[in-house]
Structure formats: structure tokens, C-alpha cells
């Protein structure tokens, strides 16, 4: 059974560095497109940055300015997500997702929920001092 799990979430201060892992079972991620959401209490989820298969690229939204990556390390089937220059506004769960169905015809990655049928269970991220 194909399963993501999110690690690495924690408490960090304003200005601060963090990386989130989403490590995969039951499916390789080398195959699959992948993305990265947050949803902060009160609000909606929101899409931040996703990483298509076949080395097509990623695409970032526009509200992480830049401050965000997603690498994917294949020996380890898992999908990094790193932050800096962290604000508090970025407290949130973070989420990891991809796309089981369909994965073979859809390789470019989308910046939307319903593009995803797969999720992690979730990882606290707190920006505060």
C-alpha cells in the first residue's frame, strides 16, 4: 500500500532554516509528481511548490518568494523540502502529496489539491521567538 510520511517539522525562530522530509513506501517517487502544501489554522490549503517526474522541472507559487526548494533524493525515495529565511506567517502544517492515478500520462507537476490523490498525514511547522 503506497503510504508518504512527513518528518522534520519543529519549532524555529524568525529568519531560521528548516527542512521537511516526505519519505515513500509502497510506490517510487522517481515516477511520480510531487508537491508541497501548507494549512495554517482557519485557512485553506494552500500549494507551495511541486516537483514533476522525468526531470520536467518544478514550479513554486508566488507567496514563498523564493525561499523554498524541493530536491528529491532517489536512493532514498523521499522528497525534501527546504525553507530559509522562515516568517511567522509560515506556521502551518506542512503536507506532502502526489499522484497515484494516472501517474504514467500526468508527469508535469500542478500547484492545486485536486491534482493530488495521495497525502501525507502532516508535519507542525511553528516560526516563533
Known amino acids: 500500500q503506497a503510504r508518504l510520511v512527513e518528518s522534520g517539522g519543529g519549532l524555529v525562530q524568525p529568519g531560521g532554516s528548516l527542512r521537511l522530509s516526505c519519505a515513500a513506501s509502497?510506490?517510487?517517487?522517481?515516477?511520480?509528481?510531487i508537491g508541497w502544501f501548507r494549512q495554517a489554522p482557519g485557512k485553506e490549503r494552500e500549494a507551495l511548490i511541486c516537483?514533476?517526474?522525468?526531470?520536467?522541472?518544478?514550479k513554486t507559487a508566488d507567496s514563498v518568494d523564493g525561499r523554498f526548494t524541493i530536491l528529491r533524493d532517489i536512493a532514498e525515495n523521499t522528497v525534501l523540502l527546504q525553507m530559509r529565511t522562515l516568517k511567522p506567517e509560515d506556521t502551518a502544517v506542512y503536507y506532502c502529496?502526489?499522484?497515484?492515478?494516472?501517474?504514467?500520462?500526468?508527469?508535469?507537476?500542478?500547484?492545486?489539491?485536486?491534482?493530488?490523490?495521495?497525502w501525507g498525514q502532516g508535519t507542525q511547522v511553528t516560526v516563533s521567538s
Open positions: 516537483l514533476s517526474a522525468s526531470r520536467i522541472g518544478a
Open positions: 509502497g510506490l517510487n517517487l522517481e515516477n511520480h509528481y
Open positions: 502529496a502526489t499522484r497515484l492515478m494516472g501517474y504514467r500520462e500526468y508527469r508535469e507537476c500542478v500547484l492545486r489539491s485536486n491534482g493530488y490523490d495521495l
